[in-house]
């Protein structure tokens, strides 16, 4: 007969692993999801996968190619499906190439013998390929959320003559202000990592490399020259609402915008779709000579 105490631990680790899983359910889609999402829509994604030697890079593309590129890099955990509601729009569509890519770790994009890329740098480079895509006269606009951000940043700085803008949405990028949360500690348990999905256990991974990493990236703040927006939201409880104020003390260019929503939380892309359509449609209406926006939404 199983020991009383065997079988409490073994309901402890269920409850973890399913705690787990639901804290950031939201963040991951399913391929059933994504097959309902478009099960009548005119318009679908195509999915391809980039690959070489050591890569394999999953995307989805939705516009014609000869258009100007908008690439998109999701944060941790998350996929190149969380930006559908991007995707689908029909104003983007008929202006923009949209590019939505999986990070190596994530749905299908892989590293070869690299269960876990941890390293913002080799995140960065393994986005490279995707600009070899762009085929309009335009250069790319490159949009990064959450842990998308910094390696938005970093991909940008290697490549800055191929990027027209730079926009980071809900960016956690200060060093110091890395969150955790009571199953922080739990999700690095290997054994309750089998019953978690795999892009728990990746986002998990990153998380516990992720302030040394932004340490790296300092210089790449100082020297960022592009047109770049850091949107924040007041209520965030991904990205400490400070990472807007570190972004003003380390960007040095004068090209550079902040906005700040007080009511809102992590998924701007969501919530404020019509601010992000605006920016990207409209860029007039934030000129380089604006360098702070404070709106109370």
Request: proline share 4%; with cysteine.
């Amino acid at each position: 007969m199983l020991s009383f105490k065997f079988l409490r631990s073994f309901v402890l680790v269920l409850f973890l692993s399913a705690s787990l899983s639901s804290c950031f359910s939201r963040y991951i889609i399913s391929a059933k999801q994504v097959r309902k999402h478009y099960a009548l829509k005119k318009i679908k994604p195509t999915e391809q996968i980039i690959k070489n030697d050591t890569l394999s890079l999953c995307i989805a593309s939705v516009g014609a190619d000869t258009l100007p590129m908008l690439l998109l890099i999701h944060g941790a955990p998350g996929s190149l499906w969380g930006y559908m509601n991007l995707m689908d729009d029909e104003d983007l569509q008929k202006h923009f190439h949209i590019v939505s890519v999986d990070r190596v770790g994530y749905g299908k994009s892989r590293l070869k013998k690299r269960r876990f890329v941890t390293s913002i740098a080799t995140q960065a480079n393994a986005l490279l390929p995707v600009f070899n895509l762009n085929k309009s006269a335009e250069k790319v606009t490159v949009l990064g959320r959450s842990y998308g951000a910094p390696i938005a940043a970093k991909l940008v700085s290697m490549v800055p003559e191929k990027v027209k803008e730079l926009i980071m949405v809900s960016p956690v990028i200060d060093p110091e202000k890395e969150k955790f949360y009571w199953f922080s500690k739990w999700g690095r348990n290997s054994f309750i990592q089998l019953f978690l999905p795999g892009e728990f256990n990746t986002a998990t991974a990153e998380k516990y490399s992720h302030s040394e990493e932004l340490k790296k990236l300092l210089p790449v703040w100082q020297n960022l020259q592009i047109p770049t927006t850091v949107i924040q939201g007041g209520n965030d409880w991904i990205a400490d609402p400070s990472n807007i104020d570190f972004a003003k003390k380390h960007i040095r260019s004068k090209r550079a915008q902040y906005i700040f929503l007080h009511n809102a939380g992590h998924m701007i892309t969501y919530t404020h779709l019509a601010m992000i359509k605006e920016m990207l449609l409209k860029s007039q209406l934030f000129q380089e000579k604006i360098t702070s926006v404070d709106l109370r939404q």
